[in-house]
């Protein structure tokens, strides 16, 4: 491990900036990857394509190159986008959990049920649609929030 990493990985996480061992396994999470930063907090390269989001166990975040975030976790590559795709569908089911229980999606859902059981299917796409429209206008903002709120896509919910 270059010992930069070591530095920066002790000072973080033990408060000591003398160097020393890396966190143990288990100390960071890997929770996304981003091409928006692009300079490793590990050893200051640049001009990466992309840098891995890792948590450490008091909740700071630092972003790593894949090969540093790697080497101070203790985890290889496959662990790592293991975590991170867990992390993704933990944020998906909690978005989506929160959306089931939003006053405009319970609205939206029970006029469809009404307009179902008044009509029997016979309405065409258009007329169901213009039928729904208000309610789905209000679901639609409240998924466009609960999407921001858990930072995953619109398409998700």
């Keep these: 491990m270059p010992a930069r990493c070591?530095?920066?990985?002790?000072?973080?996480?033990y408060?000591?900036?003398r160097g020393g061992p890396a966190p143990p396994n288990g100390t960071m999470k890997a929770l996304y990857i981003t091409e928006e930063i692009d300079t490793c907090d590990c050893c200051g390269?640049?001009?990466?394509?992309?840098?891995v989001a890792m948590q450490l166990s008091d909740g700071g975040i630092l972003h790593y190159g894949r090969t540093c975030a790697a080497r101070n976790?203790?985890?290889?590559?496959?662990?790592?986008?293991?975590e991170i795709?867990?992390?993704r569908q933990a944020r998906i089911d909690a978005a989506y959990s929160e959306l089931q229980e939003t006053p405009a999606r319970k609205a939206w859902y029970n006029k469809r049920l009404e307009l179902y059981a008044k009509y029997?299917?016979?309405?065409?796409?258009?007329e169901w649609q213009r039928m729904i429209a208000p309610e789905a206008e209000a679901v639609e903002q409240v998924i466009q929030q609960i999407a921001a709120k858990y930072g995953i896509p619109v398409c998700c919910l």
């Design 6 to 13: 070591q530095t920066v990985t002790a000072a973080l996480l």
């Design 15 to 17: 408060g000591d900036s």
């Design 45 to 51: 390269r640049t001009d990466l394509k992309a840098t």
């Design 73 to 82: 976790s203790g985890k290889d590559q496959r662990q790592i986008k293991k």
């Design 85 to 87: 795709a867990d992390n």
């Design 120 to 126: 029997k299917g016979r309405l065409t796409g258009a």
